[in-house]
C-alpha cells in the first residue's frame, strides 16, 4: 500500500514539474498538467495523508472519554507494547500467519489446476471462483454459522456418510475462524497464483524434465521459485487484511480471544481512547509496511529471457 | 453501552422481532429513509437504532404532521456518542442513548434540557422516571426498557437463583464450554462486583481490576461472546446464557423447557431514552413527534412490535390478550425491581471495565 | 503407388551412403515393411511412428535412424512435423503408434527425465530465477552430482561455449546469442549421448547465426555426440548437417547427404523446396525416346528422367538456376545444350554473382545464375532478346506434384 503512494506521490510530483517554466508558452497545457497534479494530490491527501495525520498525532497525545489533548507523550506506545496488548499483537501476527498459510495450502494447488487449463476452461474457473466474490461478505460469512452449527446441513451430510455421529462441535472454534477465513479470502489469493502460473512457459517446465528432473522436483526447483511473485502478493492481499480482521472471528469464533483489529475497535469505541487506538494503528501500520517491504522483494517478477 | 450488546449485538431487534413472528413491515423499515415528502411542512431528523419504531406509527404521525422523518441509525452507544461529539453529528433533533450514557452526553454538552410544558410524562410508569442516570428527567424520556437476566437448561445446568449459581453451574461437566455471555464489559464485571456485594456505579478501579482473574479464570468455560442466537439454544450448543427479557422470551417460545430468570443479588435494567440533541433544528417537530410516540395507544403498538416494554404506566393490561408469553416481554411475573441497577458510564472507570473485558475474551481463546 | 515409388528412389539414392565426413550415415526411409531392422548401433532411430492431433495426423508411419556422432538436420516447411519428432524423441509428446529407441534401448513409454537425450530450445527456456551457473548446473543437480563436481563441470562447459566469464549473470542479463550459448551448454552438462535441438538460432540475427552455426559444429565435433536439428532455415540444414531429412506433411521426403539432396533431389517437390529452380510442365517421351521431352518451348534433351513415369505421362522439369546461363541469340551451343529464345527482363548483381530473368514467348520466367567472371552477362540490358540455355544433365524429370506450384 505504502508503494502504490509512493508511486502516486511521484506522479503527482512529476507533474507539477512539467508544468514549470519550460512549458510556460503553451497556457492551455500548463492549467491542465496543473489540474492532472492537483486532482490525485487532493485525493492523496484526503484519503491517505490527513487520516493518517490525525492518527499520528492522536497516538503523541492524551485522550479522555472523547476528548483528546495534543502533546507529545509515548505513553500510549508504551501501553500498546506492553503486557496484555502485545499479547493481542502477537496473537494477531500468528493469526494472520496461520490463516495466510492455510490460504496458500488452498489456493495454491487450486491456482496451478485452473492454470493448466485452456483458455476458455481457465476463463470459466477464474469466475466462478471470483463469483462468490462478489456477493456481501457478512452474508457470506454468516452463511457459515449455518453451515456449521449443530444438526446444520454439514453435520446431516457427515452423519449420512457414517463418518461421525457426534454433534458437530465446530461453531466458535479456532477451526470456524479459519475455515471461514479460508473461504473468504481464497478467490484473491487464488487469482494472483493464476496469473503467475499461466505465465511459466511450458518449455521451462519440459527444460526441468529434459535435464532430468522428476515431476514434483520440477515442481520443487522450477515452478515454486517462478511462482514466488504470485505467492507474495497472495500473502500480501490476504495476510495484511487478516491483520486487521474482527468480522470472521466474531461471527464464527464466538469473539474468544482478541485479535489486535478488535483491541483497536475497542479502544476507539467502548473506551473512547482515542490516543491508545491511535497508537495500537500506528503500530500495526508499521508492522504492515514493514511486511509489505519484505514481500516487495518477492514480488518482483523474473524478467523474461530473450 | 452495558445493556446494548444484549439486545443489540449480533442480531438486530428486526431479526429477534422476525423470530416472534412480528409485523412484517419491520422488513420494509430501511436505516435511513429519504428526505421527507414536498408537502411537508418541516423536517425531523432521528438518529436511532436499527429498526426502532414500527413504519405503522412512523406512517401515521407522517399522516399526522405532514413530515417524513429522517432516520439515521447506529448499532452501538459508542458509535453515537463519537458521532455526535465530532461535527459530523450535528444537525440530529432526536437521539435514543440508553440509560448509562445519558450523562456523559449531557456533560459533553451534547442534549438539552426538555421543556417540560411542552412534553407530558404524566402517563408513563413512575418507577421509569427520576432514576438516578437522570434525576428529574432533565434530558430524558423513557421509550423502553430491558433487563438483565439468564436463560438455561436446567436439565443440565440445575437451578439458578443467583449470579453466585451462574459461575458455579458454568464450572460443571456439560455447562462448561457451553455457555453464552456478552461482549458488552459492565454486563460481564457487574455481576462480578455483585457477588462481592459492590455496587457498578461506585466501584473503584481496583475493585474493577479486582474482578479479573475471577473472570479470566471463568472464561474457559465460555463458548461465545457473540451475539445472542436462540438456535444454539435449542439445539444444545449452549446451555446457559447471558440474555435480556426480550431474547429469552424469542428463545422460550422456541424451547419452552428453557427457564429464564434475574439473578440475586443484583441485576440490570436499562432505559434506552428519547433525548434531544443540543443544536436540534427542529424542535417543534421533535417535540410533536415526542409526544405522539408517549400516547398509550401508540405506546401499546411499538411494544407489540418491538418486544421491548414501552414505558407507560400499566402496559401490560393493555397489551391485546392473545400476546404470546405476554409476562416475558416485562421480563417474567417475580423480577423485584428494588434489585434492579442502571449502569452508568463513568470516564474514571470506563477504561478498566473494557480492559477486564478484553482480557476475560483474550483469556477465552484458545 | 507413390509411395513405394518414392521408397525405391530413396534405397536408391541413399542406402548407406558415406556422409560427408565419413561417419556411416545409417538408412531412413518411408516406411518400415520395406525397411531392415534398423542398424542395431543406431543413436536414435524411430520405427513406424505416428501422431496425430485432435484426429489430424501430423506424423505419419515415419521411420528414421541415426547413426552415433551424426549430425542431422530434420529440414522442413512449419508445419512439416518436424518439431514433433523432436518432442516424440524428447519423450514431451508419446506416439500414438511405433517405437521409439535410444541407443537401442526402447523409450518409448520413459518419460523425458529418464531418456540419454538433451534438448536446445528454440526459446532456449533458461530457468529465469538461476544464474548462469546454476542453469547449466541444473542437469547434474538432477541427476544427484554433487555441488563441486557440478560446478566444475558447468564451469567445464561455459568454457566450452566461451562463456566463462559470465557464470554469475542472470539469464536476463545476457544477449540472445549468449542465451544460445548457455542453452547449448545447459543441454550438454548431462553428456547426453543425442542432443536435440529445436531452432535453436532462429531468434538471431544473421551474422549471429552463422558464427554459432560453425560454433555448434565445433562442440558437437569436441564432444562426439549425435545432433538432430530441427529447422526451417536451408542454409543452415545445408551448412551444418552431416545428413538432411527433408519433411513435408508428416513425412520423410528424402534423407541424405547435403550435396545429393541438392544436386539429386528425389521429386519434384523436395527439387523445388531445396534451393531455388526453374520448373516447367513436360511430357514425358515414348520407349527409346526418353531423353526427350516435349515442352511448350518445343522439344528439349534431358538425361534423368523419374523411371517410375511412362511415356506420354505429363511430368515437371526442374532446372537448378545455377545451371541455367542466358546467352546472346547467336552464341552456339553444344549437341546437349537446350537453347529456348527469351527476352531479358532483370539483372541484378549480387557479390561475385550475376542474377538475370528472362522471360520465354509462352511466358514462362527462366532464372540464371551466373558467375560475372565466367562471362560478361552485365553486358545485357533488360529488354534484349536472348537465349536461355541449360544441359541435358542439368534437367531432371519429376512426377508432377499436386502442391508444387508450376504445374
Given at each position: 500500500?505504502?508503494?502504490?503512494?509512493?508511486?502516486?506521490?511521484?506522479?503527482?510530483?512529476?507533474?507539477?514539474?512539467?508544468?514549470?517554466?519550460?512549458?510556460r508558452p503553451?497556457?492551455?497545457?500548463r492549467?491542465?498538467?496543473?489540474?492532472?497534479?492537483?486532482?490525485?494530490s487532493?485525493?492523496?491527501?484526503?484519503?491517505?495523508?490527513?487520516?493518517?495525520?490525525?492518527?499520528v498525532?492522536?497516538?503523541f497525545?492524551?485522550?479522555s472519554?472523547?476528548?483528546?489533548?495534543?502533546?507529545?507523550s509515548l505513553d500510549?506506545y508504551?501501553?500498546?507494547?506492553?503486557?496484555?496488548?502485545?499479547?493481542?499483537?502477537?496473537r494477531?501476527?500468528?493469526?494472520?500467519?496461520?490463516g495466510?498459510?492455510l490460504?496458500?495450502?488452498?489456493?495454491y494447488?487450486?491456482a496451478?489446476?485452473?492454470?493448466?487449463q485452456?483458455?476458455?476452461?481457465?476463463?470459466?474457473?477464474?469466475?466462478l471462483?471470483?463469483?462468490?466474490?462478489?456477493t456481501?461478505f457478512?452474508i457470506?460469512v454468516?452463511?457459515?454459522?449455518?453451515?456449521l452449527?449443530?444438526?446444520g446441513?454439514?453435520?446431516?451430510?457427515?452423519?449420512?456418510?457414517?463418518?461421525?455421529?457426534a454433534?458437530l462441535?465446530?461453531?466458535?472454534?479456532?477451526?470456524?475462524v479459519?475455515?471461514g477465513?479460508?473461504?473468504?479470502?481464497?478467490?484473491?489469493?487464488?487469482?494472483?497464483?493464476?496469473?503467475?502460473?499461466?505465465?511459466i512457459?511450458?518449455?521451462?517446465?519440459?527444460?526441468?524434465?529434459?535435464?532430468?528432473?522428476?515431476?514434483?522436483?520440477?515442481?520443487?526447483h522450477?515452478?515454486?521459485?517462478?511462482?514466488?511473485?504470485?505467492?507474495?502478493?497472495?500473502?500480501l492481499l490476504?495476510?495484511?487484511?487478516?491483520?486487521?480482521?474482527l468480522?470472521?472471528?466474531?461471527?464464527?469464533?464466538g469473539e474468544?480471544?482478541?485479535?489486535?483489529?478488535?483491541?483497536?475497535?475497542?479502544q476507539?469505541?467502548?473506551s473512547q481512547?482515542?490516543?491508545?487506538?491511535?497508537a495500537?494503528?500506528?503500530l500495526?501500520?508499521?508492522?504492515?509496511?514493514?511486511?509489505?517491504?519484505?514481500?516487495?522483494?518477492?514480488?518482483r517478477?523474473?524478467?523474461?529471457a530473450? | 453501552?452495558?445493556?446494548?450488546?444484549?439486545?443489540r449485538s449480533?442480531?438486530?431487534?428486526?431479526?429477534l422481532?422476525a423470530?416472534?413472528?412480528?409485523?412484517?413491515?419491520?422488513?420494509?423499515?430501511s436505516?435511513l429513509?429519504?428526505?421527507?415528502?414536498?408537502?411537508?411542512?418541516?423536517?425531523?431528523?432521528?438518529?436511532?437504532?436499527p429498526?426502532?419504531?414500527?413504519?405503522?406509527?412512523l406512517?401515521?404521525w407522517?399522516?399526522?404532521?405532514?413530515?417524513?422523518?429522517?432516520?439515521?441509525?447506529y448499532?452501538?452507544?459508542?458509535?453515537?456518542?463519537?458521532?455526535?461529539?465530532?461535527?459530523?453529528?450535528s444537525?440530529y433533533?432526536?437521539?435514543?442513548?440508553?440509560?448509562?450514557?445519558?450523562?456523559?452526553?449531557?456533560a459533553?454538552g451534547?442534549?438539552?434540557?426538555?421543556?417540560?410544558?411542552?412534553?407530558?410524562?404524566?402517563?408513563?410508569?413512575p418507577?421509569l422516571l427520576?432514576?438516578?442516570?437522570?434525576p428529574?428527567n432533565k434530558?430524558?424520556i423513557?421509550?423502553?426498557?430491558?433487563?438483565?437476566?439468564?436463560?438455561?437448561?436446567?436439565?443440565?445446568?440445575?437451578?439458578?437463583?443467583?449470579?453466585?449459581?451462574f459461575?458455579?453451574?458454568g464450572?460443571?461437566?456439560?455447562?462448561s464450554g457451553?455457555?453464552?455471555m456478552?461482549?458488552?464489559?459492565?454486563?460481564?464485571?457487574g455481576?462480578?462486583?455483585?457477588?462481592?456485594?459492590?455496587d457498578?456505579?461506585?466501584?473503584?478501579v481496583?475493585?474493577?481490576?479486582?474482578?479479573?482473574d475471577?473472570?479470566?479464570?471463568?472464561?474457559?468455560?465460555?463458548?461465545?461472546?457473540s451475539?445472542?442466537?436462540?438456535?444454539?439454544?435449542a439445539s444444545?450448543?449452549?446451555?446457559?446464557?447471558?440474555?435480556?427479557?426480550s431474547?429469552?422470551?424469542g428463545?422460550?417460545?422456541?424451547?419452552?423447557?428453557?427457564k429464564?430468570?434475574?439473578?440475586?443479588?443484583?441485576?440490570?435494567?436499562?432505559?434506552?431514552?428519547?433525548?434531544l440533541?443540543?443544536?436540534?433544528?427542529?424542535?417543534?417537530?421533535?417535540?410533536?413527534?415526542?409526544n405522539?410516540?408517549?400516547?398509550?395507544?401508540?405506546q401499546v403498538?411499538?411494544?407489540?412490535?418491538?418486544?421491548y416494554p414501552?414505558?407507560i404506566?400499566g402496559?401490560k393490561?393493555?397489551?391485546?390478550?392473545d400476546?404470546?408469553?405476554?409476562?416475558m416481554?416485562?421480563?417474567?411475573t417475580d423480577?423485584n425491581f428494588?434489585?434492579?441497577?442502571?449502569?452508568?458510564?463513568?470516564?474514571?472507570?470506563?477504561?478498566?471495565?473494557?480492559?477486564?473485558?478484553n482480557?476475560?475474551?483474550?483469556a477465552a481463546?484458545? | 503407388?507413390?509411395?513405394?515409388?518414392?521408397?525405391?528412389?530413396?534405397?536408391?539414392?541413399t542406402?548407406?551412403?558415406?556422409?560427408?565426413d565419413?561417419?556411416?550415415?545409417a538408412?531412413?526411409?518411408m516406411?518400415?515393411?520395406?525397411?531392415?531392422?534398423?542398424?542395431?548401433?543406431a543413436?536414435v532411430?524411430l520405427?513406424?511412428?505416428?501422431k496425430?492431433?485432435?484426429?489430424r495426423?501430423?506424423?505419419e508411419?515415419?521411420?528414421?535412424?541415426?547413426?552415433p556422432?551424426?549430425?542431422?538436420?530434420?529440414?522442413?516447411?512449419?508445419?512439416?512435423?518436424?518439431?514433433?519428432?523432436m518432442?516424440?524423441?524428447?519423450?514431451f509428446e508419446?506416439?500414438?503408434?511405433?517405437r521409439?529407441?535410444?541407443?537401442?534401448?526402447?523409450?518409448?513409454?520413459?518419460?523425458?527425465?529418464?531418456?540419454?537425450?538433451?534438448?536446445?530450445?528454440?526459446s532456449?527456456?533458461l530457468?529465469?530465477?538461476?544464474?548462469?551457473l546454476?542453469?547449466?548446473?541444473?542437469?547434474?543437480?538432477?541427476?544427484g552430482?554433487?555441488?563441486a563436481?557440478?560446478?566444475?563441470?558447468?564451469?567445464?562447459?561455459?568454457?566450452?561455449?566461451?562463456?566463462?566469464?559470465?557464470p554469475?549473470?542472470?539469464?536476463?542479463?545476457?544477449s540472445?546469442g549468449?542465451q544460445q550459448?548457455?542453452?547449448?551448454?545447459?543441454?550438454?552438462?548431462?553428456?547426453?549421448?543425442?542432443?536435440l535441438?529445436?531452432?535453436p538460432?532462429?531468434?538471431?540475427?544473421?551474422?549471429l547465426?552463422?558464427e554459432?552455426?560453425?560454433?555448434?559444429?565445433?562442440?558437437?565435433h569436441?564432444?562426439?555426440?549425435?545432433?538432430?536439428?530441427?529447422?526451417?532455415d536451408?542454409?543452415?540444414a545445408f551448412?551444418?548437417?552431416d545428413?538432411?531429412?527433408?519433411?513435408r506433411?508428416?513425412?520423410?521426403?528424402q534423407?541424405?547427404d547435403?550435396?545429393?539432396?541438392?544436386?539429386?533431389p528425389?521429386?519434384?517437390?523436395?527439387a523445388?523446396f531445396?534451393?531455388?529452380?526453374?520448373?516447367?510442365a513436360a511430357?514425358?517421351?515414348?520407349?527409346?525416346?526418353r531423353s526427350v521431352?516435349?515442352?511448350?518451348?518445343?522439344?528439349l534433351?534431358?538425361?534423368?528422367?523419374?523411371?517410375?513415369?511412362?511415356?506420354?505421362?505429363?511430368?515437371?522439369v526442374?532446372?537448378?538456376?545455377?545451371a541455367?546461363?542466358?546467352e546472346?541469340?547467336?552464341?552456339?551451343g553444344?549437341?546437349?545444350?537446350?537453347?529456348?529464345?527469351?527476352?531479358?527482363?532483370?539483372?541484378?548483381?549480387?557479390?561475385?554473382?550475376?542474377?538475370?530473368?528472362?522471360?520465354t514467348?509462352?511466358g514462362?520466367?527462366?532464372e540464371?545464375v551466373?558467375?560475372r567472371?565466367d562471362?560478361?552477362?552485365?553486358?545485357?540490358?533488360?529488354?534484349?532478346?536472348?537465349?536461355?540455355?541449360?544441359?541435358?544433365?542439368?534437367?531432371?524429370?519429376y512426377?508432377?506434384?499436386p502442391q508444387?506450384?508450376?504445374?
Amino acid at each position: 500500500m505504502s508503494f502504490r503512494l509512493a508511486t502516486i506521490a511521484q506522479d503527482g510530483a512529476d507533474g507539477v514539474r512539467a508544468a514549470g517554466p519550460a512549458r510556460r508558452p503553451r497556457r492551455r497545457g500548463r492549467v491542465s498538467d496543473h489540474l492532472f497534479a492537483a486532482v490525485p494530490s487532493l485525493w492523496l491527501f484526503i484519503f491517505f495523508i490527513a487520516p493518517l495525520g490525525f492518527t499520528v498525532a492522536y497516538s503523541f497525545g492524551h485522550s479522555s472519554f472523547g476528548t483528546v489533548t495534543l502533546g507529545f507523550s509515548l505513553d500510549n506506545y508504551a501501553t500498546a507494547l506492553s503486557g496484555f496488548y502485545a499479547q493481542s499483537f502477537l496473537r494477531t501476527l500468528q493469526f494472520a500467519a496461520t490463516g495466510c498459510a492455510l490460504c496458500l495450502a488452498v489456493a495454491y494447488p487450486t491456482a496451478y489446476f485452473i492454470a493448466r487449463q485452456a483458455g476458455r476452461a481457465r476463463n470459466l474457473a477464474l469466475i466462478l471462483v471470483l463469483v462468490p466474490y462478489f456477493t456481501s461478505f457478512l452474508i457470506r460469512v454468516m452463511s457459515w454459522q449455518i453451515l456449521l452449527a449443530r444438526s446444520g446441513p454439514i453435520e446431516t451430510v457427515l452423519r449420512a456418510l457414517h463418518l461421525t455421529d457426534a454433534p458437530l462441535d465446530i461453531m466458535d472454534t479456532q477451526t470456524a475462524v479459519f475455515i471461514g477465513m479460508v473461504y473468504a479470502y481464497l478467490p484473491i489469493a487464488i487469482v494472483p497464483l493464476v496469473i503467475v502460473l499461466q505465465r511459466i512457459p511450458q518449455s521451462l517446465v519440459e527444460a526441468a524434465r529434459d535435464l532430468g528432473a522428476s515431476p514434483w522436483r520440477t515442481f520443487w526447483h522450477v515452478v515454486l521459485p517462478l511462482s514466488r511473485p504470485g505467492i507474495a502478493t497472495t500473502v500480501l492481499l490476504t495476510g495484511v487484511p487478516m491483520l486487521g480482521e474482527l468480522v470472521i472471528p466474531s461471527l464464527l469464533g464466538g469473539e474468544r480471544g482478541v485479535l489486535i483489529g478488535q483491541a483497536i475497535s475497542s479502544q476507539y469505541l467502548n473506551s473512547q481512547n482515542y490516543s491508545l487506538g491511535s497508537a495500537m494503528a500506528v503500530l500495526v501500520l508499521l508492522a504492515v509496511a514493514i511486511i509489505v517491504a519484505l514481500l516487495a522483494r518477492l514480488t518482483r517478477g523474473f524478467a523474461e529471457a530473450a | 453501552m452495558t445493556m446494548t450488546s444484549l439486545t443489540r449485538s449480533g442480531l438486530s431487534r428486526r431479526s429477534l422481532l422476525a423470530m416472534l413472528g412480528a409485523a412484517p413491515a419491520a422488513a420494509a423499515l430501511s436505516g435511513l429513509l429519504p428526505a421527507g415528502s414536498a408537502r411537508a411542512a418541516g423536517a425531523l431528523n432521528i438518529y436511532s437504532w436499527p429498526d426502532y419504531f414500527s413504519q405503522e406509527d412512523l406512517d401515521a404521525w407522517t399522516k399526522k404532521s405532514g413530515i417524513t422523518p429522517n432516520i439515521a441509525t447506529y448499532n452501538a452507544n459508542e458509535v453515537m456518542f463519537a458521532k455526535l461529539n465530532s461535527p459530523a453529528g450535528s444537525g440530529y433533533d432526536i437521539v435514543i442513548p440508553s440509560s448509562g450514557w445519558i450523562q456523559q452526553l449531557a456533560a459533553k454538552g451534547l442534549l438539552q434540557e426538555l421543556d417540560h410544558s411542552k412534553v407530558d410524562l404524566s402517563a408513563l410508569d413512575p418507577s421509569l422516571l427520576n432514576r438516578d442516570y437522570d434525576p428529574g428527567n432533565k434530558y430524558s424520556i423513557p421509550k423502553d426498557w430491558g433487563l438483565l437476566g439468564v436463560v438455561y437448561d436446567p436439565d443440565v445446568v440445575g437451578e439458578i437463583k443467583t449470579w453466585q449459581d451462574f459461575f458455579d453451574a458454568g464450572k460443571k461437566d456439560g455447562v462448561s464450554g457451553k455457555i453464552r455471555m456478552t461482549k458488552s464489559a459492565s454486563e460481564t464485571v457487574g455481576p462480578a462486583l455483585w457477588i462481592a456485594g459492590k455496587d457498578w456505579n461506585k466501584a473503584t478501579v481496583e475493585d474493577i481490576k479486582g474482578t479479573a482473574d475471577f473472570l479470566k479464570d471463568f472464561a474457559k468455560h465460555v463458548r461465545t461472546f457473540s451475539g445472542f442466537d436462540p438456535a444454539a439454544l435449542a439445539s444444545g450448543e449452549i446451555v446457559l446464557a447471558q440474555a435480556n427479557q426480550s431474547a429469552a422470551r424469542g428463545a422460550l417460545l422456541q424451547n419452552p423447557k428453557l427457564k429464564w430468570v434475574v439473578p440475586g443479588p443484583k441485576s440490570e435494567i436499562w432505559v434506552d431514552s428519547y433525548a434531544l440533541a443540543a443544536k436540534a433544528p427542529n424542535l417543534e417537530e421533535a417535540y410533536d413527534f415526542l409526544n405522539f410516540f408517549l400516547s398509550p395507544e401508540i405506546q401499546v403498538k411499538e411494544t407489540e412490535y418491538l418486544g421491548y416494554p414501552a414505558a407507560i404506566a400499566g402496559l401490560k393490561d393493555k397489551l391485546s390478550p392473545d400476546t404470546k408469553a405476554k409476562d416475558m416481554i416485562f421480563g417474567g411475573t417475580d423480577v423485584n425491581f428494588e434489585n434492579l441497577t442502571s449502569y452508568i458510564v463513568n470516564p474514571d472507570t470506563v477504561d478498566a471495565y473494557q480492559d477486564v473485558q478484553n482480557q476475560v475474551q483474550a483469556a477465552a481463546g484458545v | 503407388m507413390p509411395r513405394v515409388d518414392l521408397v525405391a528412389q530413396h534405397l536408391n539414392m541413399t542406402a548407406f551412403s558415406l556422409a560427408q565426413d565419413g561417419a556411416p550415415a545409417a538408412v531412413a526411409s518411408m516406411s518400415s515393411h520395406t525397411m531392415a531392422e534398423p542398424p542395431p548401433d543406431a543413436a536414435v532411430s524411430l520405427e513406424g511412428v505416428s501422431k496425430s492431433y485432435d484426429g489430424r495426423p501430423v506424423i505419419e508411419n515415419l521411420d528414421l535412424a541415426v547413426a552415433p556422432g551424426e549430425f542431422l538436420a530434420l529440414l522442413g516447411p512449419s508445419g512439416s512435423g518436424k518439431t514433433t519428432i523432436m518432442r516424440i524423441i524428447g519423450g514431451f509428446e508419446a506416439p500414438d503408434g511405433g517405437r521409439v529407441r535410444i541407443a537401442g534401448r526402447d523409450v518409448t513409454e520413459v518419460p523425458p527425465e529418464r531418456r540419454d537425450v538433451s534438448t536446445v530450445f528454440q526459446s532456449y527456456a533458461l530457468f529465469p530465477h538461476l544464474n548462469v551457473l546454476d542453469n547449466v548446473a541444473f542437469g547434474p543437480r538432477m541427476r544427484g552430482v554433487g555441488r563441486a563436481e557440478r560446478e566444475r563441470r558447468a564451469r567445464q562447459l561455459l568454457e566450452l561455449v566461451h562463456l566463462e566469464e559470465v557464470p554469475q549473470r542472470m539469464p536476463a542479463e545476457l544477449s540472445g546469442g549468449m542465451q544460445q550459448r548457455v542453452a547449448l551448454a545447459r543441454a550438454l552438462a548431462n553428456d547426453p549421448a543425442v542432443l536435440l535441438l529445436d531452432e535453436p538460432l532462429g531468434a538471431l540475427d544473421r551474422k549471429l547465426r552463422e558464427e554459432l552455426q560453425r560454433e555448434l559444429r565445433r562442440v558437437q565435433h569436441a564432444i562426439g555426440a549425435t545432433f538432430i536439428y530441427v529447422t526451417h532455415d536451408q542454409d543452415e540444414a545445408f551448412g551444418m548437417a552431416d545428413r538432411l531429412a527433408v519433411m513435408r506433411e508428416g513425412r520423410i521426403e528424402q534423407v541424405g547427404d547435403p550435396a545429393s539432396i541438392y544436386d539429386r533431389p528425389a521429386n519434384g517437390w523436395v527439387a523445388l523446396f531445396v534451393g531455388s529452380g526453374n520448373s516447367f510442365a513436360a511430357t514425358v517421351g515414348g520407349p527409346g525416346a526418353r531423353s526427350v521431352i516435349a515442352t511448350d518451348f518445343g522439344p528439349l534433351r534431358t538425361e534423368h528422367v523419374d523411371p517410375n513415369l511412362r511415356g506420354g505421362e505429363r511430368a515437371l522439369v526442374v532446372v537448378r538456376p545455377e545451371a541455367t546461363r542466358i546467352e546472346p541469340l547467336t552464341a552456339e551451343g553444344g549437341p546437349t545444350v537446350n537453347r529456348i529464345p527469351a527476352r531479358l527482363v532483370d539483372i541484378v548483381a549480387v557479390g561475385p554473382s550475376a542474377r538475370l530473368r528472362a522471360v520465354t514467348a509462352p511466358g514462362r520466367e527462366f532464372e540464371a545464375v551466373m558467375r560475372r567472371a565466367d562471362a560478361p552477362p552485365l553486358a545485357f540490358s533488360p529488354g534484349d532478346e536472348v537465349v536461355i540455355a541449360f544441359d541435358a544433365a542439368a534437367t531432371r524429370v519429376y512426377r508432377p506434384d499436386p502442391q508444387t506450384p508450376a504445374i
